[in-house]
């Protein structure tokens, strides 16, 4: 595990990585000021043959209740399901 700590602007930047997501290939827990992203990143061991581009798939999820905003009506918690999610940002 190797943590940085940086004053960015005013606030405190903190970079950890190694601690989560130990599945993953990579992954890094960031901090500034009050807001935190876990970034992770999955990879083969093997390259694949044959193909002439980079394969990448981002999956973003955004988490209505963190910011303290719980939708009404239909939607009670997580907003769309994931399928729905998907369907949309394509």
Not at 20 to 33: M, V
């Amino acid at each position: 595990m190797m943590i940085v700590d940086r004053d960015f602007h005013g606030r405190k930047l903190s970079i950890e990585v190694g601690r989560l997501a130990k599945q993953a290939s990579g992954s890094a827990l960031i901090r500034y000021g009050d807001t935190v992203v876990l970034v992770t990143a999955v990879a083969s061991r093997d390259a694949r043959e044959g193909i002439d581009f980079f394969p990448l798939t981002v999956d973003y999820q955004e988490k209505t209740f963190a910011a303290g905003k719980i939708p009404g009506g239909f939607f009670k918690r997580e907003g769309t399901s994931p399928r729905d999610f998907t369907a949309k940002r394509r």
